[in-house]
């Protein structure tokens, strides 16, 4: 049996959620998200919610149903559900939800022995947002502004000075492109990150961030 993992997979294949993201509002209690089998055969779903180093299942949230039946090209909503509220709420935190994707049953080739089968497991962040923050769609669109920049020698110091993740999706200096390791995209509430430079000669830094949608922010820029 082969694996594939990924944040999640095109068409012919199977998909989870809408976004590249899920955002867990507090005061919801819990939060539907799409499970789509789009393969010609039909699977098992089963999700879980892991801890931000992806080694534990959290305490915090349990995925119900526990399985869901998916056939060819069905498309049903499973659920994230808050087990209890024990979490920081003065700003976000960062889970992890995971999707199996299982053959309902194994093949036989020819009468004897199982034959390849594939199962996906999809993984995609989870980012529990408590209710002292804004919970609108746009949320992050509006905290773009709050990222500062210094320049540290060779590297440019990124400073998230907000309550939320903020993921970098784009980076320039007045030359040119720069790019962000993926280990160092994510900036922690209230924390930073050094980004290596090439040429640290540079004069102004212009960025956009990927929204709650998983889209692009409008450009900022500021002057070093």
Same mark, same amino acid.
């Given at each position: 049996?082969?694996?594939?993992? @990924?944040?999640?997979? %095109?068409?012919?294949?199977?998909?989870? =959620?809408? +976004? #590249?993201?899920? !955002?867990?509002?507090?005061?919801?209690?819990?939060?539907?998200?799409?499970?789509?089998?789009?393969?010609?055969?039909?699977?098992?779903?089963?999700?879980?919610?892991?801890?931000?180093?992806?080694?534990?299942?959290?305490?915090?949230?349990?995925?119900?149903?526990?399985?869901?039946?998916?056939?060819?090209?069905?498309?049903?909503?499973?659920?994230?559900?808050?087990?209890?509220?024990?979490?920081?709420?003065?700003?976000?935190?960062?889970?992890?939800?995971?999707?199996?994707?299982?053959? @309902?049953?194994?093949? %036989?080739?020819?009468?004897?022995?199982? =034959?390849? +089968? #594939?199962?996906? !497991?999809?993984?995609?962040?989870?980012?529990?947002?408590?209710?002292?923050?804004?919970?609108?769609?746009?949320?992050?669109?509006?905290?773009?502004?709050?990222?500062?920049?210094?320049?540290?020698?060779?590297?440019?110091?990124?400073?998230?000075?907000?309550?939320?993740?903020?993921?970098?999706?784009?980076?320039?200096?007045?030359?040119?492109?720069?790019?962000?390791?993926?280990?160092?995209?994510?900036?922690?509430?209230?924390?930073?990150?050094?980004?290596?430079?090439?040429?640290?000669?540079?004069?102004?830094?212009?960025?956009?961030?990927?929204?709650? =949608?998983?889209?692009?922010?409008?450009?900022?820029?500021?002057?070093?």
């Amino acid at each position: 049996m082969s694996v594939m993992s @990924a944040p999640y997979a %095109s068409k012919g294949s199977v998909s989870l =959620g809408i +976004s #590249t993201r899920l !955002v867990f509002h507090s005061d919801e209690k819990r939060v539907s998200f799409p499970a789509l089998n789009d393969t010609d055969k039909p699977l098992l779903f089963h999700g879980q919610v892991l801890t931000r180093d992806k080694l534990r299942f959290s305490p915090n949230f349990i995925v119900t149903p526990e399985v869901v039946h998916l056939q060819p090209g069905e498309r049903k909503l499973a659920q994230v559900v808050q087990l209890n509220s024990q979490l920081p709420e003065d700003r976000e935190s960062l889970f992890y939800l995971r999707g199996h994707f299982i053959p @309902a049953a194994a093949e %036989s080739e020819n009468g004897a022995g199982i =034959g390849l +089968s #594939t199962s996906y !497991v999809l993984t995609m962040k989870m980012f529990y947002r408590p209710a002292k923050l804004k919970d609108d769609y746009d949320a992050i669109d509006d905290v773009t502004h709050e990222l500062d920049f210094k320049l540290n020698e060779k590297t440019l110091k990124v400073i998230n000075k907000s309550a939320y993740f903020l993921t970098l999706n784009s980076l320039r200096s007045e030359k040119a492109e720069i790019p962000v390791p993926n280990e160092v995209s994510m900036i922690d509430p209230f924390g930073h990150v050094e980004i290596p430079l090439a040429d640290p000669d540079i004069r102004s830094i212009t960025w956009t961030l990927l929204n709650d =949608g998983g889209f692009a922010t409008k450009p900022l820029t500021q002057d070093l």
